[in-house]
């Protein structure tokens, strides 16, 4: 039976680059800088086995965590969420205004069910991250890329196109971006919190990686300088936690938080209690912190000898952004070499990233020539080792 809706179509050539992606990863011999996985190593393995064990014994827990949850998720985890992620932050949450999801994706997910109609428009970075386009389309809504430079979105160019457009909705990954390794500079944010209020625009602020920052200052997010309740602040564990616990939270005005609760209670009645339980004790006993510094340690290391690989192993005409934390930089090659046919080269000499195309949209130019490289998920020596492979097949087309 191969009559799908018009709306799997839309999704179809990213799906496909992001399937020989994952394909090409299943090889142990390929180092792979393509996926966006956190470092191994930074999972709290030890933590989640000790509060396993005694949380699940103990009998009301692990009656509650089998049994059919609340939507907006359990208290435990939305208050740690009010308390040790947002605070730090400066935003002051009332527990009413936090839903916990499904991971970062759901958020999206439910934001769209709320707020999209077919053909609605909604304005991106250019570059942006590929899976937001995927559920963006899969809402069949038009995504018009707005341009960025090294401070992130350029507001003159949002402005424009919010006259040309009328968008629903601005998505934005301010910090350390996804996939340039970007952040949007403080005046900017500011000014971008302004002009959703100004347009009546949702601005749908995706933050999963700002919590992991290994050099500079902290800004604040998008959702501080919101007066009007018009940005909806979507965040995810998997980069602080665990990807495969699938938690995430979103943090909006009650109201439509209230929305939200309905639209999950009709996609998938809650999330997953065992693990919101499991991620709620690990904050609660306090073990987040040094957690925390210990994953930044593990990345900041890895950024580290990224970094230098570029710049002592890439021929010296190749641009690549400095990401002061997150798990990606963004190397931009000479125009006339397409990093998507180059990956067929790049995998048989046993090395894969992600080619940059697929995350551009209509609006700005697409660029074939630029890929993102994900220094997270590899071991500082294979780093080494993968980063010798990759040059040698850019040096191969220069
Ligand atoms: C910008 C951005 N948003 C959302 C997500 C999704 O996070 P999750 O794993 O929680 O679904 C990711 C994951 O890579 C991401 O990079």
Known sequence: MTNFAKRMAYMQATADVIRYLFDSMTDPETISFGGGAPAREALPVEHVHDIAAEVLTREKRGVQALQYGNPIGIPELRQA??????APKGLQSKLEQVLIVGGGIEGLNLICQLY?????????????????????????????????????????????????????????????????????????????????SQSDVVILEDDPYAELRYSGEALPPVKYFDQTGHTIFANSFSKIFSPGSRLGYVFADASIVRKLYDAKTATNSHTNVVTQILCAEFFNRGLYDAHLKHICDIHRERRD???????????????????????????????????????????????????????FVEGQPIRNNCMRISFGGVVPEKIQIGMDRLAHVIKSKL
């Open 116 to 196: 999209l109609d077919p053909g609605d428009v909604i304005l991106v970075e250019s570059p942006t991250f590929v899976h937001a386009v995927e559920v963006f389309k899969m809402f069949e809504a038009r995504c018009i890329a707005c341009q960025t430079d090294d401070h992130g979105l350029v507001i003159e160019d949002v402005e424009a196109k919010i006259k040309q457009y009328s968008p629903k909705m601005i998505y934005v990954i301010p910090t350390f971006q996804n996939p340039s390794g970007r952040t949007l500079s403080l005046e900017r944010r500011k000014a971008l919190a302004e002009l959703g």
């Open 305 to 359: 000898v990224m970094m230098e690989c570029i710049k002592t192993k890439l021929p010296a005409e190749i641009k690549s952004v400095y990401p002061d934390g997150g798990l990606f930089t963004w190397i931009e090659l000479p125009e006339h070499i397409d990093t998507t046919e180059l990956l067929r080269d790049a995998v048989a000499q046993k090395v894969a990233y992600m080619p940059g195309r697929e995350f």
């Open 81 to 86: 969420v009010v308390e040790r992620l947002l």
